[in-house]
């Protein structure tokens, strides 16, 4: 038997060049792991999850916006 379907989907994005590896080695510090690498779809999952009020109040004290 093998392995059971996780319920997700591919997204594709248009980022700069150096996104992709900032992304993985942020979540790889927070803890969400895959193998050697961050794992940057739980990540994003995490990120999705929070409350947009939330993401905004850190993203205004990190002063990107």
């Keep these: 038997m093998g392995r059971p379907k996780l319920d997700r989907i591919v997204l594709q994005a248009r980022v700069a060049k150096d996104t992709?590896?900032?992304?993985?080695?942020?979540?790889?510090?927070?803890?969400?792991?895959y193998g050697a690498d961050g794992n940057t779809g739980k990540?994003?999952?995490?990120i999705a999850s929070l409350p947009v009020e939330e993401i905004?109040?850190?993203?205004?004290?990190?002063k990107v916006i």
């Design 20 to 33: 992709p590896d900032k992304l993985k080695a942020m979540a790889l510090e927070l803890g969400y792991q």
């Design 43 to 46: 990540f994003l999952d995490a």
């Design 56 to 62: 905004q109040k850190l993203l205004c004290q990190s």
